[in-house]
């Protein structure tokens, strides 16, 4: 027990390290887990001898991988996308697995062993791919659109391959596989018939009732019970784990706990799947690998070819346009976590040899590694494959007049550039936006728009329209990066024009500030500032009054309103947590180093820690000058970065 104890100990100390490492560098918390069984294994430092002692445990993980995917599993959202997710989704992973296993065949000559290696490959990185699009702000681009109908088409096909490897390897038994495929299917169905009775019928009156007693560990321990008893189900049935788990996950997927469940179970998941992926670095044959890494960069370049053309082919002829048809195969061209779920299952089965698991193991990894940045290059990769269809677009857009230079420019034509738009129509102002989407300018040009179609972030665009003469330009992207891209582009060309610029929050203000911003309105603080406005002309304050307010605010830079005191669900991604501002309130105890002591002395501005205020008893002091001496009992809020607040609260009170 205290073997397996510090077995245990030195993984997750492992694991925290590398996880820790990998973020800090955008790399996805998976490969750390890979990477650390690597570490961990036999070919390294052989700390765990024998990886099938945590097989159990590792497959518990899949088990609630396959039930959170249950959880996500939308009857309403398949049918809105159905066209791409079983025409170019379904396309895609047969058509692939079939090349995959035709290739691996002539390699191997085995069919049995080339039938997982095509379901493998044909399998992308859902996980690592939802992820980096939510952070380029692609997913709800066409092609991230496409790319997200795959995965979920790619994630439903897991299912009936964790069926079919399983009487893969009972292939030479008494009965033939496809008898065995029969019976299985009926197996299956009979195990879906009573899995969504008891979900229809039952389980939303037990749910009901924990709901009511509002005891957060009985919710917990309920749906963790609900996951494995519909596991053990399947699993009695002879059929896979996960696919009970992904069951029991598509009955709750519809009710009103499903954001409830998937928050509970995210943890455990997280955490047990971590393990899973440990344990399929510990399968990785180090030796192999580096004496075949020029075979498996071979591997990578492709099986992406292959899974670029093949989705190209099939979105071209779902009428998709050509770039986005390259894009989506080019974000999918990696093999993903479901791939390690195969692959593990095969050696179980002992369908794959190790040598080939190694590889297979290899090339995922080598995939994942570089995913991120192939997602965030993704225009530039493929530009040059339709480039002249790029061209074409643009020539049949019919752009507007731009001989003379507009009052005003919009750049960004989305819904907040839209409304600009609107009312300077309204007000006669002569204006023009910018906006490189080719469906939205033909659609705004149609409806009577002045829109140029244009990348705002190009020097010949700019000079197209005049950039370098107009006195006010408007920025509404989005995406505060394209904004801060813009911002810079015009300033090279124009350093006199007024650039009020719109930001998400204000996280990047003082960067858009510095870049030449004239204004910088964030989306979040003006909310806050119209809900004040509405709360104090409610409460009979003169809109005279009000307006001064909001007016003051915005003249400096909404410095009041910078800095919040941090709770339980403040996003504290490791990205953003330097440019956060956050509030914090330090009681000065009567043996604290700041008693007595001015502010001047105590030199707070070298630690990026401002002082709001400090509260004396009753009294509130909102302005605090350097000559202000602080005494025992005394509360000071503190503002600044959470590691400079941590550094100020220290230095108070310990020096």
């Known amino acids: 027990m205290n073997g397996a104890f510090a077995d245990v100990l030195l993984l997750l100390a492992i694991a925290v390290a590398l996880v820790w490492a990998f973020r800090r560098i955008k790399l996805p918390a998976i490969l750390a887990y890979l990477v650390a069984g690597i570490i961990a294994g036999p070919d390294v430092t052989a700390w765990i001898k024998d990886p099938n002692d945590y097989h159990f445990v590792a497959e518990l993980g899949v088990v609630l991988l396959l039930f959170s995917l249950g959880l996500e599993f939308s009857l309403p959202k398949m ?137 957060d560990e009985l919710f917990v321990l309920a749906t963790l019970l609900v996951a494995l008893v519909a596991g053990g189900l399947t699993h009695v049935f002879g059929l896979s784990m996960a696919l009970g788990a992904f069951l029991a996950g598509m009955m709750l997927g519809e009710s009103k ?239 006199h024009a007024e650039i009020i610029v719109r930001s998400r929050d204000d996280l990047r203000l003082q960067e858009m500030m510095e870049a030449g911003a004239t204004q910088v309105v964030p989306d979040t603080l003006e909310a806050s500032l119209m809900l004040v406005s509405q709360v104090l002309s409610r409460s009979g304050i003169p809109i005279r009054r009000i307006l001064s307010r909001l007016d003051q605010a915005r003249r400096s830079h909404y410095g009041d309103m910078h800095g919040f005191y941090p709770g339980e669900t403040t996003d504290m991604d490791p990205e953003k947590i330097d440019r956060l501002l956050f509030l914090h309130a330090v009681q000065l105890s009567d043996n604290a180093y700041a008693c007595g002591k001015e502010l001047r002395q105590l030199g707070l501005d070298e630690l990026a820690v401002q002082v709001k205020s400090v509260r004396r008893g009753d009294d509130e002091f909102s302005e605090v000058r350097g000559d202000f001496s602080l005494a025992k009992g005394d509360v000071v809020l503190l503002a600044g970065g959470p590691r400079a607040i941590e550094a100020g609260e220290s230095y108070l009170l310990n020096g």
């Open 79 to 215: 049918i809105a996308m159905r066209r791409l997710v079983f025409g170019l989704g379904a396309g895609e992973v047969i058509i692939c697995t079939l090349i995959f296993a035709g290739l691996a065949y002539i390699w191997m000559g085995d069919w049995t062993a080339a039938m997982v290696i095509g379901g493998t490959l044909a399998l992308s990185s859902t996980a690592v791919v939802i992820k980096q699009l939510g952070e380029s702000s692609q997913l709800t681009t066409r092609k991230g659109q496409a790319t997200v109908a795959v995965l979920l088409f790619q994630d439903i096909a897991v299912v009936p391959m964790l069926i079919i490897i399983p009487l893969l390897a009972a292939e030479n038994a008494q009965v033939g596989i496809w008898e065995s495929l029969g019976i299985a299917l009926l197996k299956g169905a009979g195990v879906v018939v009573v899995l969504m009775a008891i979900g229809k019928w039952v389980l939303p009156h037990i749910f009901r009732e924990i709901a009511r007693l509002r005891t």
């Open 257 to 495: 706990y499903k954001h409830q469940l998937e928050a509970d179970i995210r943890p455990f998941r997280d955490i047990l799947m971590g393990l899973f992926f440990i344990t399929v670095g510990m399968q990785l044959n180090l030796a192999v690998f580096w004496q075949n890494l020029h075979w498996i960069l071979l591997a990578v370049l492709l099986i992406g070819a292959i899974k670029m053309v093949v989705v190209r082919l099939l979105a071209g002829v779902m009428g998709e346009r050509e770039e986005d048809a390259w894009g989506a195969g080019l974000m999918l061209f990696q093999m993903g976590e479901f791939g390690f779920v195969l692959v593990s299952l095969a050696l179980t089965y002992a369908i794959l040899p190790q040598d080939i698991a190694s590889l297979l193991v290899g090339v995922g990894v080598l995939g994942m590694a570089v995913t991120p940045l192939v997602i965030q290059r993704c225009r530039q990769l493929v530009t040059p494959l339709v480039r002249g269809r790029s061209r074409s677009d643009e020539e049949d857009i019919t752009q507007p007049d731009v001989s003379e230079p507009k009052r005003v420019l919009v750049l960004g034509f989305g819904r907040v550039g839209q409304t600009i738009s609107r009312f300077l129509t309204n007000e006669g102002i002569d204006h023009l936006a910018i906006d490189h989407d080719t469906k939205r300018v033909q659609e705004a040009i149609a409806g009577g728009a002045k829109v140029y179609f244009g990348d705002a972030a190009r020097r010949d665009i700019l000079k197209a329209v005049h950039a370098d003469q107009v006195e006010l330009i408007i920025i509404s992207f989005a995406e505060d990066y394209k904004a801060l891209e813009v911002l810079k582009a015009i300033r090279e060309v124009n350093d």
